[in-house]
């Protein structure tokens, strides 16, 4: 051994300081990694997570403090840098180029020459190469617009570890990801572990971290709140370093009474790929619907046919007593529906506009007096939905952008609500969502339903199917593989359904 000793931490960040503005969102934060580890980062939107991830990143520019990498202190000035000294990151949000392939995406700013000519076949090699040790299964010669957000989740990793990263950092990669991705990516991770590299994995879900986690580190407003092994802590003792309290239950008690049928869906056909076949299933007044099956399975698809985004080539859809078939969005809008698309960078938001335009965008009429639209109704519309969202901001004028994920989702949801739809149709709600917020959520459904409002939510999440709907259709393989009473369902009934078809 050389006589320098080497730190037993392979990444340590020591003292980090950062504000905006006023606003200072890491107060001397210290976490050190060891080296084929797994740290989980935990805390409630806004805690300071992304934050100080971009800091080491150097897309933020720290106001104090020392990074060391390998026991040297290192200053990155871009995540370009980061990722050539062996430190990667998978975006919250992914940056991706969707019209190239992702053989292009893997070798971004590094394709291969020869002779000043891009070496398409090596790179193609190499792709292979890659997925294969890493038991993926992709031609590298798809766009990245084709794959789902899983997959594309998928190719980043790949893309990491093809730069023999050190130290690969996870922001929320279980997100959009069904259970079955999930320990897909889990095993990805453990074999990559015991080849030396460490993770940090920023994630709101709790089985997840006591799985994976070797340890886990807590920001509660900018400071770490908590540090220890994993075998060392519990749920209580995590929950209460995030929001100062405990939480005696995860879901508020479910006391809707659904009541008769709104919505029937007979012999569903979507014309373009991927087709929709065979889709029946009711939905009743007061009642909230959970669709769950693997990512993949046609639920996004589904709630896009409703929504009029999609064209139907066969069967019927009624709506109360009536046929309907909408051919656009604003259609579905006029007979209140109201939709929370999974992708909220793509087709949720206007990410430079103030929260007050992205909550009032959808629902303008309702702030109008004759010509004009009134300041004075938008203001009071979005003040009342953060408070009741709990959106963490300066305030009303803020833009969207520089929000933390959790908060960006919330203010989403907060725009539809702001419509008081009939039929909400939500893909993946508290998808980013901390464990508190996600309680709002459920109570504001449960809300809504006992008003008589009927909600279709898609999730992957199976406690969260099992814990806040009436009742639950299962799809697999872009079919309805069957219905079930949520009291009585049990996790295993609903994951034989998803293989139904496979
Ligand atoms: N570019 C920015 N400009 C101004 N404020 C910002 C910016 N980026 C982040 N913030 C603020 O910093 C705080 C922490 O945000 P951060 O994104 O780090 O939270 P997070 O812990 O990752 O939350 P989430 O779980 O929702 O992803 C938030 O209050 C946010 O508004
Ligand atoms: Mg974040």
Not at 117 to 135: A, G, P, Q, T, W
Not at 286 to 313: D, K, M, N, W
């Amino acid at each position: 051994m050389a006589d320098e000793k080497k730190s037993d931490y392979i990444l340590e960040i020591v003292h980090l300081s950062k504000s905006f503005g006023k606003n200072q969102v890491l107060k001397e934060v210290n976490v050190r990694i060891k080296r084929g580890t797994v740290m989980g980062l935990m805390g409630e939107n806004g805690a300071g997570k992304s934050t100080m991830m971009k800091c080491l990143f150097g897309m933020y520019a720290r106001d104090t403090g020392t990074i060391r990498l390998d026991g040297k202190a290192v200053d990155f000035k871009s995540s370009r840098e980061a990722l050539e000294n062996g430190v990667a990151m998978v975006h919250q949000e992914l940056n991706q180029c969707l019209n190239r392939t992702i053989q292009d995406n893997m070798f971004l700013g590094r394709y291969y020459t020869s002779y000043g000519v891009i070496n398409e076949k090596s790179m193609y090699k190499k792709c292979l190469e890659m997925f294969h040790r890493l038991d993926m299964n992709f031609n590298p010669k798809t766009p990245i617009a084709s794959l789902s957000v899983s997959q594309r989740q998928m190719v980043e990793i790949a893309k990491a570890v093809s730069y023999n990263a050190k130290v690969i950092v996870l922001d929320e990669p279980t997100s959009s990801l069904s259970e079955v991705e999930t320990k897909k990516l889990f095993k990805i991770i453990r074999s990559l572990k015991k080849q030396g590299i460490s993770f940090v994995f920023i994630s709101h879900k709790m089985n997840e971290i006591f799985e994976i986690c070797d340890n886990i580190v807590v920001l509660r407003d900018g400071e770490v709140t908590l540090d220890k092994p994993i075998p060392d802590t519990n749920l209580d003792e995590i929950v209460q370093a995030m929001i100062g309290r405990s939480l005696s239950s995860r879901f508020p008690p479910l006391t809707n009474k659904p009541g008769d049928v709104v919505l029937s869906v007979t012999a569903l056909e979507t014309k373009y790929r991927p087709h929709l076949t065979d889709i029946d299933f009711n939905l009743r007044k007061g009642e909230i619907l959970g669709i769950y099956g693997l990512v993949g399975a046609g639920r996004s698809e589904l709630l896009e046919c409703l929504f009029g985004c999609r064209t139907v080539s066969q069967g019927a859809i009624r709506y109360k007593g009536k046929r309907v078939l909408f051919t656009s969005p604003q259609e579905a809008m006029k007979h209140n529906f109201a939709f929370v698309t999974e992708e909220r960078k793509v087709s949720g938001m206007f990410p430079n506009a103030s929260l007050t335009f992205n909550t009032c965008i959808t629902n303008l009429n309702k702030y109008k007096a004759k010509f004009a639209l009134v300041n004075s109704k938008m203001n009071k519309a979005t003040d009342r939905q953060i408070k009741q969202m709990h959106v963490k901001c300066n305030n009303r004028d803020d833009k969207i952008m520089a929000l933390s994920g959790g908060n960006q989702q919330k203010v989403i949801v907060a725009k539809w609500l702001e419509r008081s739809p009939d039929v909400f149709l939500m893909d993946e709600p508290t998808r980013g969502i901390d464990i508190m917020a996600k309680y709002q959520i459920y109570q504001l459904m449960i809300d809504l339903a006992k008003q008589g409002k009927s909600i279709i939510m898609v999730s992957s999440e199976m406690p969260e199917i099992l814990g806040v709907t009436n009742r639950i259709v299962v799809m697999s393989n872009y079919h309805i593989a069957g219905e079930l009473e949520t009291k009585t369902a049990t996790q295993e009934q609903i994951m034989r359904l998803c293989a139904k078809y496979l």
